[in-house]
């Protein structure tokens, strides 16, 4: 099932890369259509792909009453202690500007801003993800940002699935419409006739929704390019297959493109995963996703201890990363490129996915190199201010004219000397 292979995985290991060369010239399509038509463009592209009959975009006040009131009272309860796990957590995220005072009386600092409005992006078709709602919007409602909107493709019955709603309905946010794919990213960035333009779009999406985001950024803000979901493990000798054949599954279901990746010191481990890896797929539900996945961009590397495992997960930059082992706080600190660490053997991801608290809108292919886990950070804007006295500005004028003349710019230096008393009509 894995392929096993003697030596530390290379920083590509396991991701089919796409040519996107022919999904853009599509998206470009697409975007400039919504740019022109709008509403009348959103709803084509919603009859063509989701509903054939959708007759309006935005969910109504009665259509959220209605979900809400068909949700079951336990999993109702199940959200509800989620939610309250997810704010808890990124409550911690929030932080304050700063101020400093000098002894001449010069003050500066920094002002931390919520972003006015943020449009969240949740992916609809096959499944419903009311975790993805919570992800998106409870930071945001902890920045304090004012308006958030939700977006999500319609079912085959024009109907957004109750669990959706009844999750953004416990967030506080009613701004719910009923569009899909690179037209809602556009829909957002541009505004139409009934979705008003944001200045951010958040989440994650198929190819079209994140090439959307790639040639719309500037236009809006993005929180990253996301693409397929992806694991790596690393397991020692003592760690059991049963566990972590699991765990790999439970990306592989995602996508036939999802990578699962194990990195263990032990064959006898591996193998031994690759025979549960067999038996599980029997009863998943979702097997020839998860088997295709495996087939594809599945692997077992097999390296001489765990500080080499830690090193290529380093290499890697995984979406998620578990480090099962007795000690995992003891490779914690080399952790230097990992979308989400899950430590310990009874840490598995779906932990995080779903109840836990940390955000599970992540870095992939390698990008937790430069990219975070989303966080209240992404949805506020910082502004630095700066107040000098007279004197302090007289003091410094004379440096920083000859710093601004230095780079040729004559007029910088005049705007710091004028105030100094110079006079350049002489």
Do not use: W
């Not at 031994?272 to 599980?280: F, G, R, S, T, W």
């Not at 500005?393 to 710091?416: D, M």
């Amino acid at each position: 099932m894995l392929k096993i292979v003697y030596g530390a995985p290379k920083m590509n290991a396991g991701r089919d890369v796409q040519d996107t060369s022919k999904y853009e010239e599509i998206v470009k399509d697409i975007i400039k259509d919504v740019r022109v038509n709008g509403d009348e463009a959103l709803l084509k592209y919603a009859r063509k792909f989701d509903c054939e009959t959708l007759e309006s975009l935005k969910v109504t006040q009665a259509e959220i009453d209605e979900a809400v009131g068909m949700m079951d009272e336990g999993f109702m309860a199940i959200l509800k202690e989620a939610k309250e796990n997810i704010e808890n957590y990124h409550k911690n995220q929030k932080r304050d500007g700063f101020s400093m005072t000098l002894e001449n009386g010069v003050k500066m600092g920094q002002v931390i801003l919520p972003l006015n409005s943020v449009g969240a992006y949740v992916p609809g078709g096959t499944a419903a993800y009311p975790s993805s709602v919570f992800m998106n919007l409870i930071p945001a409602r902890i920045a304090g940002v004012k308006r958030i909107v939700l977006t999500t493709p319609a079912g085959r019955d024009g109907k957004v699935p109750a669990p959706l709603i009844a999750a953004a309905n416990l967030c506080g946010v009613n701004e719910i419409y009923k569009t899909g794919g690179a037209q809602a990213v556009a829909a957002l960035a541009f505004g139409t006739d009934t979705i008003p333009r944001v200045d951010k779009v958040v989440g994650p999406g198929n190819i079209y929704v994140t090439l959307a985001k790639k040639q719309l950024f500037g236009t809006i803000g993005i929180d990253m390019t996301a693409g397929p979901s992806e694991i790596l493990i690393l397991a020692d000798e003592k760690s059991n297959p049963a566990f972590v054949a699991a765990d790999l599954l439970s990306q592989a279901e995602h996508d036939k493109l999802a990578s699962a990746i194990l990195v263990t010191n032990s064959l006898s481990l591996a193998e031994k995963v690759n025979i549960e890896l067999e038996k599980q797929l029997e009863t998943l539900p979702r097997n020839e996703i998860a088997k295709a996945s495996l087939l594809a961009n599945g692997c077992a590397y097999i390296v001489k201890d765990m500080d080499e495992a830690v090193e290529a997960a380093n290499l890697c930059a995984p979406e998620h990363l578990e480090i099962c082992v007795d000690e995992p706080f003891r490779y914690l600190p080399k952790i230097r490129a990992a979308g989400s660490i899950f430590l310990g053997r009874y840490t598995p991801e779906p932990l995080a996915d779903y109840m836990a608290g940390p955000n599970h809108v992540l870095p992939t292919s390698g990008s937790a190199r430069f990219f975070s886990p989303l966080s209240v950070d992404d949805f506020v804007k910082k502004s630095s201010y700066l107040y000098y006295t007279e004197e302090a500005t007289k003091a410094i004028s004379g440096k920083v004219a000859a710093f601004a003349r230095s780079e040729g710019l004559e007029a910088h230096a005049r705007s710091a000397l004028i105030r100094a008393g110079e006079d350049f009509e002489k």
